[in-house]
Structure formats: structure tokens, C-alpha cells
């Protein structure tokens, strides 16, 4: 039975897990392993994993309205097929930085695919959000910062969160019936030695959540930006959490080892597992792909 206290439920030691999704069609949690350039798939009722290794640094993985999925590595969005391993390059929107790799992203009620990049050595500001719809990828407009998270949406799909990670800032959206960014706000700035917020996720609540890199927790904050709750963990990298299961109502959370030297690792042995928890609240419906 799962409980509100995180517990490991599948060892893969991640260097940097990230972009957990939940994939109904398959009953399946997908992630990946940005700096170990792997895919997982997890079966939690068989208990089963498979994995693929990318041709290259890998940020997030979603399921595609063509029955396969979308994925996107540091060269740009690919077509990934499960069956036979193979990744299809659709779109290369920052072939002129190569210094970037893509993050983090998230697919809107309409089908659309948010992404986002980052400057690989986490330096310059060069991170932008792209949206991508029925094959035409367009950059959103959104100032450009360091490391993009996110972006993740409300439930009616008008407000679009993004995340400034080492800005340690999360902000608000409205989307515009073109479904293009409009007015942007503050939604929470993470307190200095909380760590920095990572991969953000809507709960059916219309309530966000954030994984806390460094911070030794996720946390919930209402649709005004006040925080609800905070979940600790037993290890400091928690990158993001994603909703799963028949109803929804398991939150699984990925981590990661990256930054942490031997003493800390000897310390936090589940720094790269796979967690989940019971939050208390169920999340939202998964969406496909129009790519």
C-alpha cells in the first residue's frame, strides 16, 4: 500500500531521471535518463522494465497520436518507435546552438507538444520554449533563461507554467486562442536553500507541483501560487512527478545522482531510483501528440 512517505519502487540509479509520463494506452510509466541517454518504460502491475539506449542525450519522451512516440534529444525532436529502436529526426529547431539540448516538455489539451531547451553547461541564457502542432514548430516568444522546465498546463489548458530553474522562479502564462503566449506573471520564487525548482506538473485539482532539485522535496502550490504542501525525500535531486495508474491517484517522482560526490552518494543509495507516493489527490487525464 503506498503511503505519503516516497518510497523506491524500481532501482535504475539515473544520472539525471527526468519526464516522467504516464501512458494510458499502455498502462505504463514512461522516463528518461537525460545524462545516461536511456529510455525506460515501467510496468507497475507486472513489475516489469524494458529500456532503450538514444543517440544521444535524451530530455523527455510522449506518447504520438500515430500509436508511436515523440522524443527529444539534443539534435531536435525525433519520432521514436518502441518495436524497432528506431528515431526519426522531425524537427531541428536549434540546429544553430549547438550547445543546447532539449529538457523537458509537455503535450496541452489540443495536442500540442510544449518543449523546452537549455544551455548544456548551464551557463548562458539560451533555453527557449517551442511549441509544436500538426507539424509546424513555432518559438514561443517567452524570454529566454539558462534551464527551461516544464512548461506544464491548467486543466482547460489557457494557463501555460514554465519554469527559470536557476532563476528559482515559476511562472504564469495566459495562452491565447491561437494558443500562442500572452501576459506573463510570477506564479513562486523558491526560497534561497529550498534547492531549485525542476519539472512542474498540474494536478485534476488545478494545483501545481514541483520537483525540488536539491531540495530534498517536491511541493504543491494552489492555482495563486501559495504553497500547499511540501513531501520530503530521503535523497536531495528530485526532478519531476508525473500521475499514474487506473485512476491516476499514484504520484511517481524521478531523481537524479548528477551533482553528488561519493560521500553523498554512500549517503543517499535511492539518488536515481524511481519513487511514488500517495498524493493525496488525483492527476490529470494524459494527452497525445499532434506532431
Not at 519502487?9 to 539515473?14: D, E, K
Not at 508511436?68 to 540546429?95: C, I, K, M, N, Y
Not at 495563486?224 to 535531486?237: S, T, V
Request: glycine share 12%.
Amino acid at each position: 500500500m503506498l503511503t505519503a512517505e516516497p518510497q523506491s519502487v524500481l532501482s535504475v540509479s539515473a544520472t539525471l531521471g527526468e519526464g516522467p509520463v504516464w501512458v494510458a494506452r499502455e498502462a505504463a510509466l514512461w522516463f528518461v535518463d537525460i545524462k545516461g541517454q536511456r529510455i525506460h518504460r515501467f510496468d507497475p502491475a507486472l513489475n516489469v522494465t524494458r529500456s532503450w539506449t538514444a543517440p544521444g542525450q535524451v530530455g523527455w519522451i510522449v506518447p504520438s497520436d500515430d500509436g508511436l512516440f515523440a522524443v527529444g534529444l539534443q539534435s531536435g525532436v525525433h519520432r521514436f518507435d518502441p518495436a524497432t529502436a528506431a528515431f526519426t529526426l522531425l524537427h531541428a529547431p536549434e540546429a544553430h546552438l549547438p550547445g543546447n539540448r532539449q529538457n523537458d516538455a509537455c503535450v496541452a489539451p489540443d495536442g500540442a507538444l510544449w518543449f523546452g531547451s537549455m544551455d548544456d553547461a548551464e551557463a548562458a541564457d539560451s533555453g527557449h520554449f517551442y511549441r509544436l502542432h500538426h507539424g509546424l514548430c513555432a518559438e514561443s516568444g517567452l524570454p529566454p533563461v539558462s534551464i527551461t522546465n516544464g512548461p506544464a498546463l491548467s486543466p482547460d489548458g489557457r494557463i501555460l507554467y514554465h519554469t527559470d530553474t536557476l532563476g528559482k522562479r515559476i511562472w504564469r502564462t495566459a495562452l491565447g486562442d491561437n494558443g500562442m503566449p500572452g501576459n506573463t506573471s510570477l506564479f513562486a520564487k523558491i526560497e534561497d536553500g529550498a534547492g531549485y525548482p525542476d519539472g512542474p506538473t498540474v494536478d485534476a485539482e488545478g494545483c501545481l507541483w514541483t520537483g525540488l532539485f536539491g531540495g530534498w522535496a517536491v511541493r504543491r502550490y494552489d492555482p495563486a501560487g501559495r504553497m500547499m504542501r511540501e513531501i520530503r525525500f530521503p535523497i536531495a535531486n528530485i526532478t519531476k512527478i508525473a500521475f499514474g495508474g487506473e485512476d491516476l491517484s499514484t504520484a511517481y517522482a524521478t531523481t537524479a545522482r548528477k551533482g553528488l560526490d561519493e560521500k553523498a552518494l554512500a549517503a543517499q543509495p535511492l539518488a536515481g531510483d524511481l519513487f511514488a507516493f500517495d498524493p493525496g489527490v488525483a492527476g490529470l487525464p494524459g494527452h497525445v501528440a499532434t506532431i
